[in-house]
């Protein structure tokens, strides 16, 4: 990937901390100028500053990825600041909804399930939407969504989560067949347990820990880096074959 995204443009939501923002850094690293949209400002300012310290360029732009209008201003933004739009890493995730949430099916309240349908999945398609007709205007681009193991397979007590990542395994295989001609490739990572801020509280209970390892056959949970690596990776000429494919980064946990 030498030199070849030098000066290309990277929109990248969720990108204030976590995995948006290790993706932001390794985006950066290959000369990649930097928009990211994220609710929290103080994050997403660090991040700014991050890829200022690497050498591109940044900016940030509050943004709920929920309301069309906001994710559609976010792309208008990118453009007017950077001249264009390569890539987008679409990674914005509800967390309060998604924790304060997990019980049985029987017993999952409504509106923590609308809640992270709302941003996980809704977020994840208007963005898809929205990217990509900026990017029929421009001839391609790489677009990567964030899945989760989970949107692989299932697990108890997490039916809204669950419901979320696999619908967006949905939309990226079908945008991906959608757009395969106009020179669009759509992709999804599927990571495993990362290690970030949304995790680092289950991860120092030593119980909790333990189960969540025992997941992962590789023994061990995730580094942000790791998962940023492959989102580049998809989004570069490396991977010029490579389309509506979701891309488990998880340890192992979905291979049996």
Sequence with gaps: ???????????ITGGSSGIGRATAAEFAGRGV?????????????????????????AS????????SQEVEMLVAATVDQFGQLDYGFNS??????????ISP???????????IIAVNLKGVWLCVKHEVREMLTRGGGAIVNASSALGLVGLPNLSGYVASKHG?????????????????????????YIQTPMTQARLEEPEAKEQIQALHPIGRVGQPEEVAKAVVWLCSDSA????????AIDGGWTAG
């Design 1 to 11: 990937m030498d030199g070849e995204m030098e000066g290309k443009v990277a929109l």
């Design 33 to 57: 100028n930097v928009m990211i949209g994220d609710l929290d400002v103080e994050g997403g300012e660090e991040t700014v500053g991050l890829v200022r310290e690497i050498g591109c360029d």
């Design 60 to 67: 940030f732009v509050k943004t709920d990825v929920s309301q």
């Design 92 to 101: 914005a995730g509800a967390v309060k909804p998604h924790l304060e949430a």
């Design 105 to 115: 099916t029987h017993e999952y309240p409504e509106e923590n399930f609308d809640q």
């Design 168 to 192: 967006v395994v949905g939309v990226t295989k079908t945008a991906a067949l959608e757009y395969a001609d106009h020179g669009i490739r759509v992709n999804a990572v599927c990571p495993g």
């Design 240 to 247: 010029s074959f490579v389309t509506g494919h979701a891309m």
